[in-house]
């Protein structure tokens, strides 16, 4: 059987520079805890990072940094990141080994893998779908015809479900967010 033919900018290696939209933050909001402070380990053009400034958060992030070869300290409470795509079994690796909450926006596909199902067999994970593809920021700046589908795949976030489907319209209201927030607060609440 022949090879399926792989996307333009997949073959220029343009995978790796798919610059995150707002849109795509919105569903892992509620989930993150209002006083942390999160990591954005492949800043890129410095997207995400902002948006996540824009939404409160406490946000660090170095330009320069090598995420897979950077001494970690203590000094933040989440990873969030859209990591290069190239990279995905090796960015999964390192957050499990950091062992602290972690998000990463990766395509739907990263489910599949032999090496990457075997650390979600080990360590577990839980991810959030929104119900359509997200069109990412390339690097002509133009809006990519996304596809593929992303996901957000999450550990240490304490999710409902191991599989979220969301809407991803439903959620780019910031006050739905707060609320969804809220209702999940008061649900751990009455578990104590
Ligand atoms: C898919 S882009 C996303 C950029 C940004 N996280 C965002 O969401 O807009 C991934 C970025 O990771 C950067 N990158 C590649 N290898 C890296 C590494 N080892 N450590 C940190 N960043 C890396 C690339 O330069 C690229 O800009």
Known sequence: MGKTKKPKLMM????????????ALNPLLPFLKDD???????????????????????????????????????????IVTNPPYSKKYEFLKRCYEINKPFALLMPLTALEG????????RYGIQ???????????????????SWFQVAWFTWGLNLPKDLMFVDLEQFSKEELSKKINQALKSKRSEKK
């Open 12 to 23: 220029h290696g343009h995978s790796d520079e798919m610059h995150t939209p707002k849109i």
């Open 36 to 78: 942390w402070r999160i990591w954005e380990c492949a800043w890129g053009k410095g997207a995400l990072a902002q948006y996540l400034s824009e939404d409160g958060f406490d946000v660090i992030c170095d330009k320069e940094n090598d995420f897979l070869a950077e001494v970690i300290s203590n000094w933040f409470d989440c």
């Open 114 to 121: 032999k090496k990457r199902g075997e650390l979600y067999r």
């Open 127 to 145: 991810v959030i779908i929104p119900n359509k593809r997200i069109n990412f920021i390339t690097p002509s700046g133009k809006g990519s015809g």
